[in-house]
């Protein structure tokens, strides 16, 4: 059983409500974090209360989106790293249908051995990147919902993820405060790539001062063929 209190009672904050099971889960994965993090490069947060909240539960902070994660919803989690948001957005609603994609191999052997030894099903660890695999009809227009902590601005995550998102699904981005001119700045470019803004919610993670945003744009219209752009482009020249 977990003995984080301050973990107990941010989730609450969150009104999530998860068994011992799914607690040791979390123990288990701070673990591994912790234990393979110089081998894999996963972290530059190694204080454990600082992953718990600056790792896990900002993964979980989705959940106040208000969205409905129905039995077949599939989430596909573009540049997961160390596995944040999927993994923890995995243990807290086991029934989630998840992709990691992550460009670096070692992190994703990382992944693969934290899915292994947490005995979590349905969720699969990719290595690539978003500019080649949204371009493959297994991937492309495939996910109910695209999350994003990756560090890039809202122009070029938007043309990261938008590809991977249905007709009516969302895309959302986690970001740090003060993020209006970057949403004002993308918004040709999401609206180009077939998207609009759903909303966004600004907050403060539990029983912290940490500020953060989350940022909902909707699919509305298909994403032309020639999104995402070759490796490199989306990052060099946002459009």
């Known amino acids: 059983m977990i003995n984080n209190n301050i973990f107990l009672q941010d989730l609450d904050e969150l009104n999530l409500k998860l068994s011992n099971n ?5 123990d288990y994965y701070l673990e591994l974090l912790i234990s393979e993090n110089e081998k894999f ?18 993964s979980l902070s989705l959940i106040s989106y208000g969205l409905n994660f129905f039995t ?3 989430v596909i ?25 992550d460009s ?4 994703i052997s990382f992944l693969e051995d934290v899915i292994d030894k947490l005995n ?11 500019e080649e695999f949204a371009h493959q009809s297994f991937f492309r227009a495939q996910y109910d919902l695209c999350v994003s902590r990756a560090v890039a601005n809202l122009s070029t995550l938007s043309e990261y993820c938008l590809p991977f998102v249905k007709l ?31 909303k966004q ?39």
């Open 201 to 239: 919610m600004n907050f403060t993670l539990p029983n912290s001062n940490i500020s953060r945003s989350l940022i909902g744009i909707k699919k509305i219209k298909e994403t032309p063929v020639k999104y995402p752009r070759r490796a490199g482009l989306p990052g060099k020249r946002p459009l």
């Open 72 to 74: 077949d919803t599939k």
């Open 41 to 58: 490069n996963l972290t530059t947060i190694t204080e454990p209360s600082e992953i718990y909240k600056k790792h896990f539960i900002d």
């Open 120 to 130: 979590l099903s349905d969720i699969k660890p990719i290595h690539g990147r978003a």
């Open 168 to 198: 009516g699904g969302l895309f959302i981005a986690y970001k740090g405060e003060d993020i209006d001119t970057e949403i004002s700045e993308a918004q040709n470019s999401t609206s180009l790539l077939g998207g609009q803004l759903d």
């Open 77 to 101: 989690d573009i540049g997961s790293g160390a596995g944040f948001p999927g993994i923890p957005l995995k243990i807290a609603f086991p029934h989630l249908k998840i992709t990691l994609l």
């Open 104 to 107: 670096t191999n070692k992190r």
């Open 22 to 26: 799914q607690l040791s889960k979390f």
